[in-house]
């Protein structure tokens, strides 16, 4: 056996693989090691992390990432804007990027990329398409057919946890916290009783009604703490 047979020999009884050599597949192993100045062991851990870098190009190429996007709250605007920044950053030629509309009434769209861009949502709402509303089984199919799901919706129906909680009941995979944090943290004066109730710190909060006469009093009392 020669010294690159007895090589090949360890390298392939360490690795515990079950793989007969010919000659003819030995020789051409020889030949090409020789001409690329390589080691069998890097020859064999190149092969194997190529073959592993396919694989995964082949995942990547089949990824895509559902953008939601709007919502019923005074933030739709700023919402749009989130949605394009994550689409710009995200998007290229080994990820497709899918977009759907939430509007006031919680009505879904599938949109296109290009009406991700108009100027307010006034205007976006105004060039929604009848055909590009989605009912409930065909909005979770899209949804189904994503990689994942990143919902970038501000304030109620977004941050309240109502949208993860659909997410999750109908066991789409999504970016962000689950259902019970977003209800748990949404409301700042519920979450910071939350937080005393299990021990952690949290800075002095207060709150208060508008136009309540002793609206003046309590943030007096506050400061002065």
Do not use: W
Request: charged share 25%; proline share 3%.
């Amino acid at each position: 056996m020669s010294i690159l047979q007895l090589s090949f020999y360890h390298f392939i009884k360490i690795m515990r693989l079950n793989i007969e050599i010919n000659e003819k597949l030995q020789n051409a192993i020889k030949k090409y090691a020789n001409k690329n100045n390589l080691t069998i062991k890097n020859f064999i851990t190149t092969a194997i992390e190529n073959e592993i870098y396919k694989k995964d190009i082949k995942i990547v190429n089949n990824f895509s990432v559902g953008i939601i996007c709007g919502g019923p709250s005074a933030e739709r605007g700023i919402s749009l804007n989130s949605a394009r920044s994550v689409a710009d950053h995200l998007e290229s030629e080994n990820i497709e990027i899918k977009v759907f509309y939430v509007d006031k009434q919680l009505n879904y769209y599938k949109i296109s990329r290009n009406q991700l861009y108009s100027n307010t949502p006034s205007d976006f709402d105004f060039k929604l398409q009848v055909d590009q509303l989605l009912s409930t089984p065909d909005l979770i199919s899209e949804l189904k057919n994503t990689t994942i799901v990143f919902p970038v919706i501000h304030g109620d129906y977004g941050e309240d946890g109502k949208l993860q909680e659909f997410l999750e009941k109908n066991n789409i995979p999504f970016v962000g916290s689950g259902s019970v944090a977003c209800k748990n943290s949404f409301n700042k004066i519920n979450c910071t009783k939350i937080l005393d109730d299990n021990g952690f710190y949290h800075f002095p909060a207060v709150s208060f009604s508008e136009n309540k006469k002793e609206n003046h009093k309590i943030i007096k009392r506050f400061f002065d703490l």
